[in-house]
């Protein structure tokens, strides 16, 4: 069995934290830091991503079952899980096959729902840069720029970029794998009641990830989920408005 990269910091109550598509677990690094004051956080890298594991298996069944060895491997029980856009659809998967196995939960810009293919802008730029043309950072980032304007989301995209053992650029993320599965990460939950507990949804008010329309499918499925709007957040909440998300999250956890 393999187990995913991962890191852990501070002690108490386990919390466990999934990034999103084409993400790692160093993008959680700030938040990790001021939430592990409180709490044991565990940061995960999940399969296809950062330094874990490749393998042709990309599905949230997967991704759920890998969390699952995780915490079995690490002795954690009952943690609370945190997990943005594709993490939070794999922690609303686990939630689904081990109901008995989390004591609360962050799903941050997501829903429960199925979302169309619209990734294929980001795809099509990865698969843009030649990397053995890249000498250094700033080739794979000019190469980016026709297909990314935005600058950010340019950095973002090349923490991806490292250095193999050979000494060529590569891409840590699994890019043939999570381009031929991408239908995948849209997928939708059922609609039957999981759990009766505790589930904050968290929304970007610039974002369009979590409708007004969606509060009565997570409702259905966990009764006692509520949902907090970040005013001035687009999708990446914790990084465009970290105090206001941090102080949302501990909200939310300390009661």
């Not at 609303?92 to 810009?109: H, Q």
């Not at 169309?116 to 730029?125: C, E, G, K, R, T």
């Not at 995948?184 to 610039?206: A, H, M, N, Q, Y």
């Not at 709007?229 to 300390?254: C, M, R, Y």
């Amino acid at each position: 069995m393999t187990i995913l990269n991962h890191k852990i910091l501070g002690e108490g109550q386990p919390l466990v934290i999934l990034h999103g598509l084409f993400g790692s677990l160093d993008n959680w690094i700030s938040a990790a830091k001021h939430l592990s004051e409180s709490y044991q956080v565990i940061l995960v890298d999940q399969r296809n991503h950062g330094q874990s594991f490749h393998s042709d298996d990309f599905s949230y069944d997967v991704m759920a079952q890998d969390l699952q060895n995780l915490l079995e491997t690490i002795k954690i029980n009952n943690p609370i899980l945190l997990g943005h856009s594709m993490g939070g659809k794999t922690i609303l998967k686990y939630a689904s096959k081990y109901r008995e196995g989390f004591k609360k939960m962050v799903v941050v810009d997501i829903a429960p729902k199925a979302y169309p293919v619209h990734h294929q802008s980001i795809l099509n730029a990865y698969n843009a840069v030649d990397l053995s043309k890249v000498e250094r950072r700033s080739d794979a980032e000019n190469q980016l720029k026709p297909f990314v304007k935005n600058m950010g989301i340019r950095q973002f995209l090349l923490k991806n970029l490292y250095r193999d053992k050979s000494g060529n650029f590569s891409w840590k993320i699994n890019l043939p794998i999570i381009e031929k599965n991408i239908e995948k990460v849209g997928e939708g939950l059922p609609s039957d009641k999981i759990s009766d507990k505790p589930v904050l949804f968290i929304r970007g008010e610039k974002s369009d990830y979590i409708l007004d329309d969606d509060v009565k499918t997570f409702k259905t499925l966990f009764p006692n989920a509520n949902l907090v709007t970040i005013k001035d957040a687009g999708h990446w909440i914790h990084a465009e408005q970290p105090k206001a998300f941090l102080n949302t999250v501990q909200q939310f956890l300390s009661i």
